[in-house]
């Protein structure tokens, strides 16, 4: 039989590794971690054959998938993986370097989302939500949504016109620079 | 019993009831708290899926400003808690992140200070003895779903302050308040927590799944102690009936805003009057006057 997925070597396998910290070699396919994901129905690869494709080197399939988008960051396949995979942190490590590579994106909301929520904390130090949800629309089109809910959640206090800045705005600042320093460096 | 209080973003808007009810319940339990100075945000899940030194950073820089109250810091928000949590377990464990945290905040950081979550603190600082003590007004009859969703109790190296697939500090508080907790199956199911922003389909189906899961074992409303399940779940009732099928409305409640009444504090004073499916019901009766109290049941 042939492998459909064109073999690559195991480049994939250990940048995943280095970056997660963690031991994704030792996934023996037991799918404890796709069992219990509650995104599982929504998702084109379970966490599980996420797993076995960062085994197999198909990069592109891995990094342009919706999973490591649509993963909720909930834990639970991390918490139960019985070989102690930090399956979470792999999508964390896979997201990021999806974003360092700029691979094309089936479905680039999760993204945007990240971007409108870290744009609004360098610019106030805390989440402003109304300008964070403003510029997320904007950037993925999506206008109309949940707007209905808006005139409720202002006059119960749950959303304000207005942005809280924190006093701490400026360390949060330097945070940022440094950060992107340090996330450049091989 | 003093802690630094770390409300964090959503505390600020979406949650705002979770930060009165909280304050107000500390206050009446003795629990002196002070906001650490010009605190930013932890930089929740955005942070670390995109960026490992701003996942580390953003909440370091917290804790170092905790350090200077030379006090253990109290967390509400359960996303928060989870990566204050985890940056200290990191810097800690790993002498790479201790460096680069060093060097993006530009000050040491040793992991040294203490975390917990407001749970924590009530059942295993405080004790359930002396709240119990201070329920002026238990809440006789109420049937409870205790849901702690994802990141209260997961992962267990990071949090560990009740078991990881079947916690039970809440329900042993709502106990305390004079109501019945239920046993549940969906008690650390996942809400879909930030999808609920770019995919609410799918947080409309996983809130359907718990809510008339809830519903079943037969809940008069769920207590809840994250912002996120809270938002999810109360605001996305009438999407998920529509989208799903109808369930009886049920109100969410913080668990703070619970034991708050238990505590004798108004409805006001808890926020409870920004519920959108509203909990007056729940409590007309006993509010009446009468002895005793039954919730609505379904
Ligand atoms: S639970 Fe662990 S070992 Fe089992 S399939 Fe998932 S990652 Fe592999
Ligand atoms: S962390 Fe992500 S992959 Fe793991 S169970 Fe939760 S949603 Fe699924």
């Known amino acids: 039989m042939t492998n459909p997925i064109p073999w690559s070597g195991s480049g994939l396998l250990e940048e995943v590794r280095q970056r997660s910290g963690t031991e994704v070699s030792a996934c023996f396919q037991c799918h404890k971690c796709s069992t219990g ?36 960051s909930c834990e639970a396949c991390t918490t139960r993986c019985p070989m102690a995979i930090d399956i979470a942190g792999v999508m964390d490590a896979l997201r990021i370097m999806a974003i360092d590579r700029q691979t094309v994106l089936p479905d680039a909301h999760g993204k945007q989302f990240h971007r409108s929520f870290l744009g609004s904390v360098r610019r106030h130090g805390r989440v402003y939500e109304m300008g964070m949800m403003a510029t997320y629309k904007l950037r993925t089109f999506d206008l109309l949504s949940d707007v209905e809910k808006i005139p409720q959640m202002l006059a119960q206090g749950k959303l304000s016109l207005l942005p809280n800045r924190s006093g701490g705005i400026k360390g949060v600042r330097e945070i940022f620079r440094r950060a992107e320093e340090e996330d450049r460096k091989p | 019993m003093k802690y630094a209080f770390f409300p964090g973003c959503s505390l600020e808007s979406t949650a705002r009831s979770f930060d009165i009810s909280t304050r107000a319940v500390c206050r009446t339990l003795g629990i002196a708290l002070v906001d650490i100075p010009d605190w930013t945000c932890c930089g929740s899940t955005p942070a670390h899926a995109t960026s490992d030194s701003l996942a580390v950073a953003l909440p370091v820089l917290n804790l170092q400003k905790a350090r200077s109250l030379g006090l253990p810091v109290m967390v509400a928000c359960a996303s928060c808690y989870a990566r204050l949590r985890t940056a200290n377990h990191r810097v800690s464990n790993d002498p790479e992140d ?71 500090c809440m329900d042993e508080l709502v106990a305390a308040a004079g109501a019945e907790s239920l046993d549940w199956p969906f008690k650390t199911e996942c809400c879909g927590a930030s999808l609920s922003m770019t995919h609410s389909e799918v947080a409309s189906r996983l809130s359907h799944k718990l809510l008339s899961m809830a519903r079943t074992a037969g809940a008069d409303c769920l207590a809840v102690a994250c912002p996120l399940c809270q938002v999810n779940l109360d605001l996305r009732q009438a999407d998920a009936a529509k989208a799903h099928g109808a369930f009886r409305p049920t109100p969410v409640l913080y668990i703070t805003q619970l034991l708050g009444l238990a505590l004798g504090i108004s409805f006001k004073n808890l926020g409870l009057d920004a519920l959108t499916v509203g909990a007056k019901n729940l409590f007309a009766k006993r509010d009446s006057g009468a002895v005793g109290f039954a919730g609505g049941k379904p």
């Open chain 1, 37 to 72: 994901c509650p995104i599982g129905p929504e998702m084109d690869f379970l966490p599980s054959q996420i797993m076995r494709l960062v085994h197999l080197g198909a990069e592109n399939e891995v990094l342009g998938s919706q999973a490591i988008w649509l993963c909720a």
């Open chain 2, 98 to 168: 201790l460096r680069r945290a060093g060097r993006i905040t530009g000050r040491p950081y040793d992991g040294g200070v203490e975390v917990r979550h407001v749970l924590d603190v009530l059942v295993n600082h405080l004790g359930l003895d002396a709240i119990r003590a201070k329920v002026s007004r238990p809440l006789a009859g109420l049937q409870v779903a205790c849901y702690y969703g994802c990141l209260l109790t997961r992962p267990p190296e990071v949090v560990a302050f009740d078991d990881a697939e079947h916690p039970t």
